[in-house]
């Protein structure tokens, strides 16, 4: 009994596996893959995309391309939102699909729209209908990006790149035409030859290349990257207005200078302050323009100057109107009516604002300070100097001396002072060693001073001088000192002295005619040696001792024989 259950269930088993291996194994399903060719590119560029191992029981596939990054698995609008949808093409019965797309320029069917740029990209595959994803390939944009999208001429703007073929030597193009090597002022790799070099992935990193927009009229206007592999890539920057001024602020009938950039090409330009006209220009080719305008008589504060083409192209810079300031001094001077040393004059001024002080400067020289009023005014008075002949520019600083202010111009008189006239001692006539010198007095307004010179020869060479005096204020000098005394000598072997006078402001009289003189070498009228009046009169002094000497003795005498 067992032998026969046994012997069963051999049998059946036996049959079981004859069964088994007679069904034919069904053929394993492979993983869904895409590939593109190329594998980069421009925006439009023409891409195709294959695929095999998809299930033809699912008669279709959806293709999308996005900037998203998602894995198989991951589904369509849950982790991919940002995505253009390319096409649903059919399933071939051996399970591949082939098509050829354009690069889109924007992402416009997810939730999130974005345009297409330079950068890495997806394409993804998924079964028409469901929104999991079956394959994946990456794209890389081709392309440039801008630091800025748009700005005036002159703008500095970063150039990046991805996509390019790399170590490869680069060109610029703006509008269409290479782009000078003076606008780059920045690129990594550029030579005289070439604007710049690729990386070894085919990029361009920020900071790597950057250029200056150059003088072009208002609107869009194309930069281009190209490769020596003629790969190429463009973007589009937008030139706007501007206008600017030579300085920020002024006074009303200052002459400003406005200079305009991005207007439109060879059109009338109208200058506006305040929205009042102040002037007109025509632009030149490249939508440049300069000119010149009036500050016209508005109130303190900051306006707005505006510069208007005929296409309405237009920009605006602001300007500070300041207080006008205004100093002057009294009296005035002129070469007809000069001022001297000594003049007393006013200074003057308005408009000083928060200057706290101010200090007056005669020629750069700080010779006076005032105190700035509450109503920004100031009103001071100082003495003209010693100075030379001739203008001296009276002006104002402020305390820290960055602002100054002219306030007008000094005359100073160049009138010499008239020749001195010699008293004594008389011409030919005779001094004491100790001399005594005089002589007339001269008037100026800038007052004066006087210089003597005595001299043993009439030429007043230098080594003939032997004694000079300066900057005498009175007109007579004397001898005081032994050491000056001067040595006695003949009538025919006479001292020679002559003065001249020498005003405020350095100007010279001439030389006084020369006079002579002699000091005795015997007292006068007594026949004694003397070398002067003090030893005339030390032997007077011994004269008359002897003479009471004498004159008492014989007094005595006679007294006593009587």
Known sequence: MKRTKIFQILTLTAALSLFIMAIPAAPALAAE???????????????????????????????????????VGDEIDDEVTAYELIRTRTISPSGTISYTFHVPSALTDGDDEEDVIGGDYF???????????????DFTVRGITLSDEEGPVGSEVGITAIGFTKNKYFDIEYAGDDLDSDYIVHSEGQTSRYDGKTDR????????????IPESVAGEHTIV??????????????????????????????????????????LEVAITFNNVAVASDETDSNGGFSTIFTVPDVSDGSYNIKAKDEDNNHATVEFTVETSITASISPATSQASPGHVGSHIMVTGTGFGDWESVTIKYDNIAIATAIVDA???????????????????????DADGTNIVTAGSFVMESAA????????????????????????????????????????KDSFSSSSILLEKTGLADSEYTITREADALEPTEENKPYYWRVKAIDGTSSESDWSTAGSFYIATVAPGHGLPGKS?????????????????IGYYVGKKRSYYY
């Open 33 to 71: 893959s895409i590939n593109l060719s190329p594998s980069s590119g421009e925006i439009d560029e023409s891409v195709t995309i294959t695929g095999a191992g998809f299930n033809d029981t699912k008669i279709a596939a959806t293709i999308y391309f996005s900037s998203n990054d998602a894995d």
């Open 123 to 137: 394409v993804y595959v998924t079964y028409e209908g469901e929104d999991e994803i079956q394959a994946v390939e």
């Open 201 to 212: 992935h085919g990029e361009i990193a920020e900071g790597d290349c950057i250029i200056s």
């Open 225 to 266: 990257v190209k490769d020596r592999s003629n790969k190429e890539a463009s973007a589009i920057f937008f030139v706007i207005p501007q206008v600017t001024t030579d300085v920020t602020s002024g006074v009303v009938g200052d002459s400003i200078a406005i200079t305009g950039t991005g207007f439109g090409s060879s």
């Open 375 to 397: 109503n920004g005014a100031i009103n001071t008075t100082f003495d003209i100097p010693a100075s030379q002949a001739g203008n001296h520019v009276i002006s104002i600083a």
């Open 417 to 456: 002072p008239a020749v001195p006239e010699l008293l004594s001692p008389e011409d030919d006539g005779q001094a004491e060693a100790l001399a005594s010198f005089d002589w007339g007095s001269v008037s100026d307004p800038s007052g004066v001073t006087y210089t003597l010179q005595v001299a043993n």
């Open 533 to 549: 009046s003090k030893l005339i009169h030390l032997w007077w002094g011994l004269g008359a001792t002897a003479a009471g000497f």
